[in-house]
């Protein structure tokens, strides 16, 4: 096993576990930067290794009747086939383009990647304002089978092609286009992401696209990751970590966009680590001053009463 990769994987676990999202939009980036794995390589197992990952989330989600079934399978029925046709794409963009290809999926990844994070960032601090209007489920007439039939299409082509956004572009979807609570929102968003991370993954198996030892490193850290983050956000405001995950997936996208050959100031992708350091020591700063508010509320242990015997 490799100690590095799984801790890294247990990085990754933590925030999925918190967020909800993030799998897919940080391994990814993580192995083609840190570890240097190709690309191609680095979509097909981050898929398969999610996948697995995703089906534990979605049967633990299925349980705690958290999931919108219809609004599910319905944006199944655009997101697998669309899936298995990205990754068709990528294999006839990768024989197109020969050795230049690497930058051509790195390019789209950051691209993605910065979408993703602008939009988890919108959804932090401006989608909160639709909560008055959210629901518990879904009445799929057809106006709603086709929106999220498109919303499938589009996840799921993105998604097969790059490993990334299934997270981040179905949770923004599912608020804004069927204003679901949060936690059907999260429910159906795991339970899809399931379904369609392993129709994704199988098509990169197929093509030969995944490397299972990495995948088990990955395993290895990720799922004792998702099952401590599930714990740890109850601590910490959601809308706190969404934003701190929408800056780490911008900060990945201008990272990859400088490794694919953009030119972007060091200065520029040194401040989004150090942007989420600040964010944390506030999140600690201020649960040390509820903390010390609390103690002073309830004030001093009074005396004990004097004995009457």
Known sequence: MDPAIAAFGLGVGLLVGMTGIGGGSLMTP????????????AVGT?????????????FKHLRQRTVDMPLSLWM?????????????????IQ????????????TALAI??????IMTLARALFLKRILGRERDSVAMGRPEKVRAVLLGVVVGFVLGATSAGSGALIAVGLIMLFRLVPQR???????HAAILLWAAALAHIVAGNVDFVLAGNILAGSIPGVWA??????????????????VVLIGSGLGLLAKSGVKIPAAVLGAFPAAVVLMLLGVALRGRKRGAEGADAVGPTPPPLPSRG
């Open 46 to 58: 981050d898929l398969a290794y999610g996948a697995v990952t995703k089906t534990v989330g979605g």
């Open 185 to 191: 929102v999260v429910g159906t968003d795991v339970f």
């Open 229 to 246: 983050g599930s714990h740890l956000s109850v601590r910490i405001p959601v809308a706190t970590l969404r934003t701190i995950l929408a």
């Open 112 to 117: 993605t990647l910065l979408f993703c994070g």
């Open 95 to 106: 024989r197109a383009h020969g050795a230049a290809f690497d930058n051509v999926l790195i």
């Open 76 to 92: 199944g029925a655009g997101s697998v086939p669309a899936a298995i046709g990205g990754v068709y794409v990528l294999e006839a």
């Open 30 to 41: 993580l192995l083609i930067l840190v570890f240097g794995i190709n690309p191609v390589t």
